[in-house]
């Protein structure tokens, strides 16, 4: 069973920073894409930004230059490091993971639980 798990997330400041992390865990053969999502209140789940295997990345252009995805593969793990932020940037932050096990060797969309981020003006 895959597991992914967010961290990090938490009320700052207009202008301040947080950095997001997630963590896969579980009987893993293998991770391509990952990417974080976010939705508001009463809006529909937004992609934020993805990065392949092989590092390259995509953003939403609301958050182009200021939010950063990385990824540890090695560790499973993957980061949103997010700068500059404002009231528009709240919202629950999900992970995503395109991940194939040893049981199912063909790559599946896992979620995250979610991680609660809030700026405040």
């Known amino acids: 069973q895959v597991q992914l798990v967010e961290s990090g997330g938490g009320l700052v400041q207009a202008g301040g920073s947080l950095r997001l992390s997630c963590a896969a865990s579980?009987?893993?053969?293998?991770?391509?894409?990952m990417g974080w999502y976010r939705q508001a209140p009463r809006k529909q789940r937004e992609l934020v930004a993805v990065?392949?295997?092989?590092?390259?990345?995509n953003y939403a252009d609301s958050v182009q230059c200021r939010f950063t995805i990385s990824r540890d593969n090695v560790k499973n793990t993957l980061y949103l490091q997010m700068n500059s932020l404002n009231p528009d940037d709240t919202a629950v932050y999900y992970c995503?993971?395109?991940?194939?096990?040893?049981?199912?060797?063909?790559?599946?969309?896992?979620w995250g639980q979610g991680t609660q981020v809030t700026v405040s003006s």
């Open positions: 995503n993971a395109e991940i194939a096990t040893m049981v199912q060797p063909k790559h599946q969309n896992y």
């Open positions: 579980g009987s893993i053969f293998s991770i391509n894409a």
């Open positions: 990065i392949t295997r092989g590092g390259s990345t």
